[in-house]
């Protein structure tokens, strides 16, 4: 069973950094996963934020965090990590790495592994 533990949030000024860090386990290679973050706001849906292959790194993310979010993967730590810089009050929100198998889709509904969730507040 794939397993996925989100961690490092917390709060931060605006203009600050966060890492995040996405832990897998449960299979002995994730070549053919893709990893993805997401984030709910309060009331808000759950949107896409940024995804990566394992297999060969290619990534995708949302224009809103273009150019100031950039997600990484330790292989050997089986890790995810997820490096917010220029972070602004309405990046505010939980974030969720979640899998699936196959490519990266924007579309929350498609994925089949979920991690609890860490909070990230940006004050202003």
């Known amino acids: 069973q794939v397993q996925l533990v989100e961690s490092g949030g917390g709060l931060v000024q605006a203009g600050g950094s966060l890492r995040l860090s996405c832990a897998t386990s449960g299979r002995t290679s994730f070549s053919n996963y893709v990893i993805t973050w997401f984030r709910q706001a309060p009331g808000k849906e759950r949107e896409f934020v940024v995804g990566?292959?394992?297999?060969?790194?290619?990534?995708a993310s949302a224009d809103s965090v273009r150019g100031r979010f950039t997600i990484s993967r330790d292989i050997a730590k089986n890790t995810v990590f997820l490096q917010m810089n220029s972070l602004k009050p309405e990046d505010t929100a939980a974030y969720y790495c979640?899998?699936?198998?196959?490519?990266?889709?924007?579309?929350?509904?498609?994925?089949?592994?979920w991690g609890q969730g860490t909070q990230v507040t940006v004050s202003s």
């Open positions: 990566i292959a394992w297999r060969g790194g290619s990534t």
């Open positions: 979640a899998a699936k198998s196959g490519f990266i889709n924007s579309n929350p509904r498609v994925y089949d592994y």
